[in-house]
């Protein structure tokens, strides 16, 4: 069976403005579905992209970021990260939010990967980097954060990540491939 990947099926009838703040909106729409039955979507839009960090050191050493999330209700290690405004170049929010977070400034960028991070309900979209010739000042994290700062072995975080003590989508995008570089001899 061929599918035709350039037209969406979906049809929409009508949307209504949900909820609104500076970082969501969230819109339902009364739709027909790709089988022409009627029916309700409900979409997230983020005004943000998301943006991570993997800092990698001369001697394979990476940076973690332990905090609370309120929207999982647990504690969680994952890379530096947080939101970069639509209009900036992603880079630019890299840079910011690795010093934010770590206090580290990096003379090589690389970007690994660009993700969907849920696409069933939202349009957050995000971008990964791997940044290297790591040079450390001061942090400065937000009032929103409280954040612990680990240098941790990147051999260890891979481990972590194969065994589910990190769950966070963009470390563990970041880190499966930064590990298969590191396999390819590209690292």
Known sequence: MQYDT??????????????????????????????GNPG??????????????????????TYLVGQYRFPINQYSWEMPEGGGPLGIEPLESAKRELLEETGLKASEWTELQRLHLSNSVCDEAGVVYLARGLEQ????????????VRKVPFADVYRMVCNNEITDSLTVAAVLKVQLLILEGKI
């Open 6 to 35: 350039t037209t969406n099926p979906w049809q929409i009838k009508s949307q209504e403005d949900i909820y609104d703040n500076p970082w969501i909106s969230v819109t339902e729409y009364q739709v027909l579905n790709p089988a």
């Open 40 to 61: 309700i979507y409900g979409k997230v839009h983020f005004k943000n992209i998301a943006i991570g960090v993997l800092p990698l050191d001369e001697n394979m050493n």
């Open 137 to 148: 000042f001061e942090a400065e994290p937000e009032e929103t954060e409280q954040l612990v």
